[in-house]
Protein backbone atom coordinates (compact mmCIF):
# COMPACT_ATOMS: atom_id res chain seq x y z
CA UNK A 1 0.00 0.00 0.00
CA UNK A 2 1.31 3.96 -0.71
CA UNK A 3 0.07 6.41 0.51
CA UNK A 4 0.99 9.81 -1.46
CA UNK A 5 2.52 13.22 -0.46
CA UNK A 6 -1.42 14.65 -0.65
CA UNK A 7 -2.67 12.38 1.73
CA UNK A 8 0.41 12.79 4.41
CA UNK A 9 0.05 16.03 4.27
CA UNK A 10 -3.47 15.82 5.20
CA UNK A 11 -2.54 13.09 8.40
CA UNK A 12 -0.19 16.58 9.32
CA UNK A 13 -2.84 18.91 8.93
CA UNK A 14 -4.72 16.75 11.10
CA UNK A 15 -1.97 16.41 13.69
CA UNK A 16 -1.60 20.43 13.76
CA UNK A 17 -4.92 20.94 14.53
CA UNK A 18 -4.89 18.69 17.55
CA UNK A 19 -1.48 20.66 18.38
CA UNK A 20 -2.68 23.84 17.69
CA UNK A 21 -4.64 24.03 21.51
CA UNK A 22 -2.12 22.47 23.72
CA UNK A 23 0.22 25.41 21.92
CA UNK A 24 -2.08 28.27 22.78
CA UNK A 25 -2.08 26.93 26.37
CA UNK A 26 1.53 26.44 26.93
CA UNK A 27 3.41 28.72 25.19
CA UNK A 28 6.83 27.01 26.40
CA UNK A 29 5.97 23.71 25.30
CA UNK A 30 9.52 22.05 23.37
CA UNK A 31 8.95 19.40 20.69
CA UNK A 32 11.30 16.45 20.45
CA UNK A 33 11.49 14.10 17.66
CA UNK A 34 12.75 10.66 18.07
CA UNK A 35 15.17 10.01 14.89
CA UNK A 36 14.83 9.74 12.04
CA UNK A 37 11.09 9.80 11.06
CA UNK A 38 9.69 11.56 14.52
CA UNK A 39 12.62 14.41 13.67
CA UNK A 40 10.93 14.80 9.60
CA UNK A 41 7.50 14.43 11.09
CA UNK A 42 7.99 17.35 13.98
CA UNK A 43 10.19 19.60 11.60
CA UNK A 44 6.89 20.21 9.82
CA UNK A 45 4.70 20.75 12.76
CA UNK A 46 7.17 23.16 14.57
CA UNK A 47 7.52 24.78 12.11
CA UNK A 48 3.87 25.19 11.19
CA UNK A 49 2.99 25.68 14.68
CA UNK A 50 5.36 28.56 15.12
CA UNK A 51 7.33 27.08 18.42
CA UNK A 52 9.77 29.22 20.00
CA UNK A 53 12.20 26.77 20.90
CA UNK A 54 14.47 24.79 18.91
CA UNK A 55 13.30 21.19 17.91
CA UNK A 56 14.82 18.45 19.91
CA UNK A 57 16.11 15.22 18.73
CA UNK A 58 16.17 12.13 20.13
CA UNK A 59 18.67 9.05 19.39
CA UNK A 60 16.88 6.45 21.39
CA UNK A 61 19.13 3.53 20.17
CA UNK A 62 21.31 2.83 23.19
CA UNK A 63 18.22 2.98 25.33
CA UNK A 64 16.05 -0.09 23.55
CA UNK A 65 15.62 -2.92 25.73
CA UNK A 66 15.83 -5.07 22.33
CA UNK A 67 19.05 -3.39 21.40
CA UNK A 68 20.78 -6.70 20.65
CA UNK A 69 18.57 -8.43 18.84
CA UNK A 70 17.16 -4.53 17.07
CA UNK A 71 20.80 -3.23 16.53
CA UNK A 72 22.23 0.26 15.62
CA UNK A 73 21.44 2.31 12.59
CA UNK A 74 24.53 3.63 11.29
CA UNK A 75 22.89 7.06 10.06
CA UNK A 76 21.40 8.08 13.44
CA UNK A 77 23.65 10.59 15.30
CA UNK A 78 23.25 11.77 18.74
CA UNK A 79 20.42 13.83 20.48
CA UNK A 80 20.32 16.91 20.24
CA UNK A 81 18.41 18.91 23.20
CA UNK A 82 19.53 22.56 23.26
CA UNK A 83 17.10 23.86 26.41
CA UNK A 84 16.68 22.68 29.88
CA UNK A 85 13.12 20.40 29.67
CA UNK A 86 12.86 20.34 33.46
CA UNK A 87 9.38 21.32 34.65
CA UNK A 88 8.59 21.22 30.77
CA UNK A 89 5.26 20.19 28.88
CA UNK A 90 7.57 18.01 25.89
CA UNK A 91 5.66 17.01 23.07
CA UNK A 92 7.53 13.63 21.69
CA UNK A 93 7.14 12.94 17.88
CA UNK A 94 7.17 9.80 15.94
CA UNK A 95 6.87 8.74 12.60
CA UNK A 96 5.21 5.31 13.30
CA UNK A 97 3.55 4.00 16.87
CA UNK A 98 3.96 0.02 16.63
CA UNK A 99 5.11 -1.77 19.43
CA UNK A 100 5.63 1.53 21.89
CA UNK A 101 9.72 0.04 22.90
CA UNK A 102 10.61 3.41 20.79
CA UNK A 103 8.38 5.77 22.88
CA UNK A 104 9.38 3.86 26.11
CA UNK A 105 12.64 4.08 25.13
CA UNK A 106 12.85 7.81 24.20
CA UNK A 107 10.94 8.70 27.53
CA UNK A 108 13.69 6.91 29.41
CA UNK A 109 16.26 9.20 27.82
CA UNK A 110 14.09 12.42 28.39
CA UNK A 111 14.01 11.71 32.19
CA UNK A 112 18.18 11.87 31.82
CA UNK A 113 18.02 14.95 30.67
CA UNK A 114 15.45 15.99 33.36
CA UNK A 115 11.67 15.92 34.58
CA UNK A 116 9.37 17.61 32.23
CA UNK A 117 5.63 18.46 33.69
CA UNK A 118 3.97 16.50 30.81
CA UNK A 119 4.70 14.66 27.86
CA UNK A 120 2.14 14.60 25.21
CA UNK A 121 2.62 11.87 22.61
CA UNK A 122 2.16 12.71 19.01
CA UNK A 123 2.16 9.78 15.78
CA UNK A 124 2.05 10.50 12.44
CA UNK A 125 0.20 6.40 12.09
CA UNK A 126 -0.75 4.49 15.32
CA UNK A 127 -0.98 0.82 13.91
CA UNK A 128 -1.86 -2.11 16.23
CA UNK A 129 0.20 -4.98 17.57
CA UNK A 130 1.27 -2.67 20.86
CA UNK A 131 3.61 -4.81 22.70
CA UNK A 132 3.26 -1.60 25.87
CA UNK A 133 0.74 -0.38 27.18
CA UNK A 134 1.22 3.13 25.09
CA UNK A 135 -1.24 5.30 23.26
CA UNK A 136 -0.86 8.65 21.53
CA UNK A 137 -2.38 11.61 22.06
CA UNK A 138 -1.74 13.24 18.98
CA UNK A 139 -2.44 10.86 15.73
CA UNK A 140 -2.51 11.61 11.91
CA UNK A 141 -3.84 8.08 11.07
CA UNK A 142 -4.95 4.34 13.22
CA UNK A 143 -4.09 1.56 11.26
CA UNK A 144 -4.86 -1.94 11.92
CA UNK A 145 -2.06 -3.88 10.12
CA UNK A 146 -1.14 -7.63 10.10
CA UNK A 147 2.08 -8.37 12.31
CA UNK A 148 4.13 -9.15 9.11
CA UNK A 149 3.11 -5.18 7.53
CA UNK A 150 5.61 -2.88 8.47
CA UNK A 151 5.27 0.93 7.58
CA UNK A 152 8.14 3.23 6.40
CA UNK A 153 8.03 7.20 6.27
CA UNK A 154 9.66 9.11 3.34
CA UNK A 155 9.77 12.82 3.01
CA UNK A 156 10.82 14.99 -0.19
CA UNK A 157 8.43 14.41 -1.15
CA UNK A 158 6.47 13.17 1.41
CA UNK A 159 5.35 8.95 0.90
CA UNK A 160 4.44 6.57 3.50
CA UNK A 161 4.71 2.60 2.19
CA UNK A 162 3.25 -0.26 3.93
CA UNK A 163 4.12 -3.77 3.18
CA UNK A 164 5.79 -7.21 4.84
CA UNK A 165 8.91 -7.53 6.41
CA UNK A 166 11.75 -8.26 3.83
Sequence with gaps: MHI???????????????LVP??????DLIMI??????????ATLHKRLGIT???????????????STVGLHPVVGPSQLSTSIDGKHIVL?????????????????????GRPS?????????R??????IRADVIGESMNLADSDHVQLSANP?????????
Excluded at 22 to 27: I, R, T
Excluded at 33 to 42: A, H
Design 128 to 133: DGHELP
Design 22 to 27: LCEADH
Design 118 to 126: RITLAVLIQ
Design 4 to 18: DTDSVEQLLDRMHQQ
Design 33 to 42: GIKTGGVLVG
Design 53 to 67: APLGELNISFYRDDF
Design 93 to 113: VDDVLSTGRTVRAAMNEIFDF
Design 158 to 166: WCIEIGART
